[in-house]
């Protein structure tokens, strides 16, 4: 025996289906998009390979560079990335993860949710597949527009570089809304948009947040003469010129590093009106709605990822002569980690499928709470199961820290936490009616877990003090989320995930961290349902 003798460490985690998930497929064909099953193994076998982990290894290693001038000294204002992150971005949009839902079937945004979940590789390139999906619906306020750039949005190709839209196959778009001064408060935006006889803007001011600044187009709010307008941008003219927009540096950013995120300035930027003047934040809200879905998609996805590669590890590594997997402490972490993961899961494809079937009452609520928590349970679940490796998942090479570095980040995307909150008591107030159709939602669960109907009781008693809801806003919009979640678990999901979800979630059978869950719970049917299945 050697001393550099090697045992006792996990095999890597590749080779299997990614999509081989209960609580995922099952809601794929409740949701309506189960014609697309096929479609979601196949993708899911490829993020499983071992080819496919390492792109998204080679793309955040490499992150991308601003290249603001040439050689000669002309503005040149590129990005340059690793190849790694051409080839995640060709996978994305040759199986449809950007706007191919808009022109599909029916059950179309139910099988791009799941799509979007299992192809969890890379978090950053995520980011321009997600604004391109989610520029769709708020283009469509200007049909000229819409007719002209929707079909190469929606395009299968993916083809990089910055020419003129028209001589593409397909493009990409982004969105640019925060400015320095206003953060969330895109109201407070300085940028200006003088317009022009031919009926285009000229748009000029700074930019502090723009996220993919190498997309082809931006839907960009500016102040017009009748107010906050949103306007579409392209990089490239229509007669082949660059567009006046100026990349000023790249964000170092905590996580998403695989993900350019730049500060832009437009110098009399050519753009054009979508929409109303004066009702720019309306338009722009149906994209931003969007990309909220995919936030919470993401923030599942990442629970997903880390719930199995804590399992992988605690079935492979034996510690006390026991593997840890069989060790009752740590089958209560997982269990726990596994609630929450298909918790997370069963309400993100309820949305997807009230996108397709265009509930638009239940998701202006259910979306802003499900937006809230979903986002803001990922950090410290990223945590616990990063812990599950012990020092193992501290390392790069394991790929937890970079899970966790991305965890945060859904939760501040598209309205942190507070301004979620309070979007949830804005519709109650103004839109009486998705407080109504939240509440049939959930009641379809009445009468089926004594524990659940107590819970629904209590937020609907919550509601009635007026003079509190703002100060309490966190903990309503908590409540809320949870009782949408165990109704959705006690009708369709796994009946010990459901009973464990409503003792401890409800109930308060539950500490404060993860690996609390009461004795009885039948831990070994939730852990055994998160295990990969490799081979």
């Not at 969105?175 to 895109?186: H, L, N, P, Y």
């Not at 695989?258 to 009399?268: K, L, P, R």
């Not at 003047?277 to 936030?295: F, K, P, Q």
């Not at 009781?457 to 806003?473: H, I, M, P």
């Amino acid at each position: 025996m050697t001393t550099h003798e090697v045992f006792n460490q996990v095999p890597p985690l590749v080779g299997h289906d990614v999509a081989d998930d209960p609580a995922l497929l099952d809601g794929l064909f409740r949701e309506g998009g189960g014609w697309a099953a096929e479609a979601v193994h196949e993708l899911g076998r490829l993020a499983g390979t071992e080819q496919a982990r390492e792109w998204g290894r080679l793309a955040n290693e490499h992150p991308p560079v601003l290249r603001t001038h040439d050689r000669y000294g002309h503005r040149v204002d590129e990005v340059e990335f690793h190849p790694a992150w051409h080839e995640l971005m060709r996978v994305a949009v040759g199986h449809g993860l950007h706007a191919r839902a808009w022109t599909e079937r029916s059950g179309a945004h139910v099988a791009r949710a799941a799509k979007f979940h299992v192809w969890r590789v890379d978090a950053g390139h995520g980011c321009p597949i997600s604004m391109t999906y989610a520029a769709v619906p708020a283009l469509r306020h200007a049909p000229e527009l819409a007719r002209q750039y929707e079909p190469l949005l929606t395009s299968g190709t993916y083809d990089f570089g910055l020419r003129p839209p028209a001589e593409k196959q397909g493009i990409l778009a982004g969105m640019s809304m925060t400015e320095k001064q206003g953060g969330s408060d895109v109201r407070a935006n300085t940028t200006r948009a003088v317009p022009r006889p031919d009926g285009t803007y000229l748009l000029t001011g700074h930019k502090w947040f723009t996220s993919a600044p190498m997309c082809d187009v931006f839907l960009v709010l500016a102040q017009a003469p009748e107010g906050l307008t949103c306007f579409l941008l392209p990089r490239v003219l229509p007669d082949g010129t660059r567009n006046a927009l100026r990349l000023q540096r790249l964000k170092d950013k905590l996580g998403n590093r695989s993900n350019a995120s730049a500060e832009v300035e437009y110098e009399d930027a050519v753009a054009w009106r979508v929409g109303d003047e004066g009702r720019g934040v309306r338009t722009i809200i149906e994209m931003v709605n969007m990309t909220r879905l995919d936030c919470v998609i993401s923030a599942a996805a990442g629970m997903r990822e880390g719930l199995v590669q804590a399992t992988h590890h605690a079935a492979h590594r034996q510690v006390f002569g026991r593997y840890l997997i069989d060790q009752p402490l740590m089958r209560n972490v997982l269990a726990d980690l596994a609630v929450e993961s298909e918790a997370a899961t069963v309400l993100m494809l309820r949305l997807a499928g009230a996108t397709d079937r265009g509930e638009t009452a239940f998701k202006r609520l259910a979306l802003a709470v499900g937006k809230y928590w979903v986002c803001k349970r990922w950090p410290a679940h990223a945590a616990e199961a990063l812990e599950c490796l012990g020092g193992n998942g501290y390392v790069e090479d394991s790929g937890m820290p970079r899970l966790f570095r991305e965890s945060p980040l859904n939760s501040i995307w598209e309205g942190s936490g507070n301004v979620a909150a309070l979007d949830v008591l804005r519709a109650m107030v103004k839109e009486p009616e998705t407080v109504e159709a939240f509440f049939t939602e959930v009641g379809l669960a009445a009468g089926a877990d004594a524990r659940l109907d107590a819970a629904v009781a209590e937020v609907k008693d919550s509601l009635t003090d007026v003079a509190t809801l703002e100060l309490r806003a966190r903990r309503i919009v908590e409540r809320l989320a949870l009782v949408l979640q165990g109704s959705l678990l006690v009708r369709h999901g796994h009946p010990a995930v459901a009973d464990v979800f409503c003792a401890s979630r409800l109930s308060g059978d539950w500490g404060r961290a993860f690996g609390t869950l009461p004795p009885g719970a039948d831990f070994a049917a939730i852990v055994e349902r998160a295990r990969p299945k490799i081979g």
